[in-house]
């Protein structure tokens, strides 16, 4: 088989898919979540802009589940809800896919495939037996539930996805167009800023040791994780300095972008990053279904020690935010049903998120020193220098777009207090949409972590590597550093 | 020759007809290139800079708080 043949293969094509338009991804995802988050501002001026959309409380009556955001709409039937929602969604995603050149029909058909795939996952995990805790079970008249929150919703649509991807391939490829789990992650992080900006508001001194201790966190990450795994790779394995660099940052860093941007550094042949990203995206998926679970069990204690952990170990920014997303909604429902704390949501997930925020920073640095160490030392070429620019070529963009919701509705909170209140309820409705990405994010991971084509394809020497790096090395390291910086601080109590 | 200069065995493989990733990924064994003197200084700097921070970072933490 030839490395041309090797490329085209539908696993790796699939991650080429969302490898190549990487650069336009991250603005889109900025322009969306930033186009979201403004029209959700409109509360503030007294325009219920986003009020329509649709959203599923926990349900034991099927009939009465779903519902629009806000009270003005209570009179829309839920179906009108729901398939505005689902209207405003693609023809955004529409211009967001026309931007990347995508087919435009097979991205549309996709697309209403995936959101409604996905809702009815949601729509199920919101079944009181799954998704109630225990203080809620009198009110459902129900005896037993499994407390898993309706995020459990979630682990549904990766299961559906899991089970397109590797059981249904025919459907999954004619959905691929539309499965982008990158795209719809970074929007959601971008959306995410802005809740992030509510906590530091409510919460200054606690976001600001969040932050803090998130950059120290994953300063450390790089440093201790990287050299190990690279050392392994090349002495114990025997892999080449071309396939150990891309390898080590992707098992170490954050996966698909580190290994690309690694692997870019230097100047690797394209298919060796992609084969590395195809391992990262199938073990992460690995990571995303034991790793919250793991903390639930050990780590509902110290939850912020369990949602950097899930910041440091789990790989690729859509299965590290998704895991953040089911440890915030398993360790909340365990600390109320075991010791009665009912901690406040969304800060597991902020901590989570922002430890992977500042790895995503991180990479083009790296990536700058590890091509200059290349290019300077280990394989040196006349006329050839590395180029500051390159920091800022391979640094994140979407980032910018976190960064600036999160500052905006700081700077709005410190100016004007009194519309605190406000800003809230609009990064309610933002929240909406976020966890929509969220669930797209999860059933577009599923459906690209094809188990078995990736064996298919020998990759098990690639597979021994990161099999004894992360669960031998890592997943520890990044739970000892987690447990050094996290230990002792906790989300605020929900008040009431 | 220097570390630097070193033939890499996949710029080898390159100029003969392409065996396939599966087939170069079971070779590198046997075509081992040995750890550079750069390399090691890379791995146990970058580790030795990251523990030094490590304990750096710790007491400011505790400091701060």
Redesign the interface.
Known sequence: MSNDATLTTPAVESLQQIIQPRISEDWLAVCIGTFIFAVSLGLLFGADLLGWSITTSVWIDSSKALAPASKPYAALPWIVSLIATYAFLLVVLLIAAKALGANLARFAAGFTAIFFLSYACWFLGSWAYIAATPDKRTAFKIPWSLSLTNESGYIIALIAGLIIGNFLPSIARSIKEAIRPELYIKTAIVILGGFLGIAALEQRHLATTVIFRGVCAIIEAYLIYWPIVYFISRRYFGFSREWAAPLASGISICGVSAAIATGGAIRARPIVPIMVSSLVVVFAVIELMVLPFAAQHFLSGQPLVAAAWMGLAVKTDGAAVAAGVITDSLIRAQALTGAGIAYQPGWILSVTTTVKVFIDIFIGVWAFILAWVWSAKIEPKPGEKVRLREIWERFPKFILGYVATFLIVLAIGIASPAIIPKVKAAMGQANVFRAIFFLLTFFAIGVLSNFRRLWQEGFAKLAAVYVLCLFGYIIWVGLLISWLFFHGVFPPIVKG | MT???KQ???ERIATMP?P???DE??R??T???P??S??RK???Y??A???L??AL??L??RT??
């Open positions: 570390d630097g200069q890499r065995p996949n392409q396939g990733i599966t990924l079971k590198m064994l075509d081992y290139e750890l550079s750069t390399e890379l791995i146990w970058t580790f800079t990251g523990v921070l490590l970072f710790i400011l933490t701060v708080s």
